[in-house]
Nanobody
Framework: QLQLVESGGGLVQPGGSLRLSCTAS????????MGWFRQAPGKARERISC????????NYADSVKGRFTISRDNTKNTAYLQMNSLKAEDTAVYFC????????WGQGTQVTVSP
């Protein structure tokens, strides 16, 4: 069974940090570009960051640039999203996506930024 599982979400105060992980099972991530998306209540899902299969190229939405860092460890079949200087507006369900010949999604992990 091909599966992506996110972890690392939770409740954090403004200004805090979290690191999300996305681990693949049933397939190897090394040929897949990876992306992180988020969806806040009442809003459309937005792509916030992506990374090439080799990790050599990354891209960020303006809303997270300078605060979030995407990375991957293909030996661990895992991608990461380091989130620093979190703001209330970062509150959302965060999803990872693996895209190559298949387009795979995780189930999402909740991130809540609140005092």
């Amino acid at each position: 069974q091909l599966q992506l599982v996110e972890s690392g979400g939770g409740l954090v105060q403004p200004g805090g940090s979290l690191r999300l992980s996305c681990t693949a099972s049933g397939f190897t991530l090394e040929t897949y570009a990876m992306g992180w998306f988020r969806q806040a209540p009442g809003k459309a899902r937005e792509r916030i960051s992506c990374i090439s299969s080799s990790g050599g190229s990354t891209n960020y939405a303006d809303s997270v640039k300078g605060r979030f860092t995407i990375s991957r460890d293909n030996t661990k079949n895992t991608a990461y999203l380091q989130m620093n200087s979190l703001k209330a507006e970062d509150t959302a369900v965060y999803f990872c996506n693996a895209r190559s010949i298949l387009d795979l999604w995780g189930q999402g992990t909740q991130v809540t930024v609140s005092p």
